[in-house]
Every structure is written in C-alpha cells, then in structure tokens.
T-cell receptor, first 112, second 111 residues
Framework: DAGVTQSPTHLIKTRGQQVTLRCSPK?????VSWYQQALGQGPQFIFQ???????QRGNFPDRFSGHQFPNYSSELNVNALLLGDSALYLC???????????FGNGTRLTVT | AQRVTQPEKLLSVFKGAPVELKCNYS??????LFWYVQYSRQRLQLLLR??SRESIKGFTADLNKGETSFHLKKPFAQEEDSAMYYC?????????????FGQGTTLQVKP
C-alpha cells in the first residue's frame, strides 16, 4: 500500500497563473482533506471532500477550489496565484467515521 | 475561535532527560486532541490521540480540560525522538478531517 500519494512534488508558478495539485488517497479511504502549510507554521485546513462534494471548508478564498473523482482521488486548484500562496500543500485521507488522517508528502508550490 | 498554541518553537534536551512538549487549546466544547510528528524527510504521521489513552514510543499525553492543555511527555528522551511535533484539535470524533494545528515544536535531543 503506497499510502497517500501527491503529485507533483515541486512546482514553480508565476503570479497570476493557475495551478492544479493532485492526490490519491490511501487504499480504503474515501475522504480527502487538503491543508496549506506555510514555512514555519502548522498546517491550515483548506477543505474536505467526501462523495465528490466539498463537505467542510476553512478560511480560504474562492480562488481555492477542488474536486473529488469517483475513485476518491482529488485535485486542488488555485487560480490567480499570489506570492503568499507559496507553501507546502498537504493532502490527507481518512475513512468516513474513522480517524486518524494519513498525510501525503506534500507538493511544494513556489510562486514567483 | 478554536485555537491551538504550542508556546515553544524549539526544545533542546540531552539524551535520557525528561521531555514535555506543551500544548494549550481554546475550544468551548469537547474536542479530540492529537499529537502528530514529522521526522526528517518523512511525512506527517499520527503519534497519539487522547481518546486512545495509549503510550506510543514511550510518549504519553493527558487531556486536562480544566487547564485546556494536552502536553506531550516522555520520561527519557532518545536521539531518535528528534523531530517536529504538532498538536492538533478536532471537534468531531467521527470526522477528524478538519484539524486545527499548532505551530509546532522542534524537539532536538542531543547525545
């Protein structure tokens, strides 16, 4: 079992561009959560997907959107990138009604 | 608002010394508390959760609702304990996808 896998591992984008990050959950998990971790900070909850719908959302602008596919994999999209969006983006998966979260290694996004 | 505070950014101890990583939270209900650990070049992983009441790698943590704290303790630190530790809070035991994390404490165990 590969656990939670994320792609790409690193990404460099220019301010104003759009980016898509991808996540495959751990086998048997149906819920995917996304977190943003700025340098020197703890992870911050962006949103959670279950049954292909956004179930919970943190305090992030609409520029951050997501999607979950029938195979439970998920994408995080960020539009109109700002320099402040530079961070490590973590995906975590879990089973409905169970915890804990299993995290991926993250995608390091740099916005120049 | 819900908040998790880890007052120490860095905690440095010698091997064999006791360790206490502090975590305080603010939440009006009955939260579920976790400690996550990230070893060098590894992913974030669960260390322990308060409802399990178990000891993992010699670490324990007791939820003190009166003091709203969930400090992580180990009587004798080992060099392999060196890592980043995050305290996290969830207000739903059935859906812990939304966690509030503290800023983290780096534990450095010196030989």
């Amino acid at each position: 079992d590969a656990g939670v896998t994320q792609s790409p591992t690193h990404l460099i984008k220019t301010r104003g561009q759009q980016v898509t990050l991808r996540c495959s959950p751990k086998s048997g998990h149906d819920t995917v959560s996304w977190y943003q971790q700025a340098l020197g900070q703890g992870p911050q909850f962006i949103f959670q997907y279950y049954e292909e719908e956004e179930r919970q959302r943190g305090n992030f602008p609409d520029r951050f959107s997501g999607h979950q596919f029938p195979n439970y994999s998920s994408e995080l999209n960020v539009n109109a990138l700002l320099l402040g969006d530079s961070a490590l983006y973590l995906c975590a998966s879990s089973s409905t009604g169970e915890s804990p979260l299993h995290f991926g290694n993250g995608t390091r996004l740099t916005v120049t | 608002a819900q908040r998790v505070t880890q007052p120490e950014k860095l905690l440095s101890v010698f091997k064999g010394a006791p360790v206490e990583l502090k975590c305080n939270y603010s939440y009006s209900g009955s939260p579920e508390l976790f400690w996550y650990v990230q070893y060098s070049r590894q992913r974030l992983q669960l260390l322990l959760r308060h409802i399990s009441r178990e000891s993992i790698k010699g670490f324990t943590a007791d939820l003190n609702k009166g003091e709203t704290s969930f400090h992580l303790k180990k009587p004798f630190a080992q060099e392999e304990d060196s890592a980043m530790y995050y305290c996290a809070l969830s207000w739903s035991s059935s859906n812990t996808g939304k966690l509030i994390f503290g800023q983290g404490t780096t534990l450095q165990v010196k030989p």
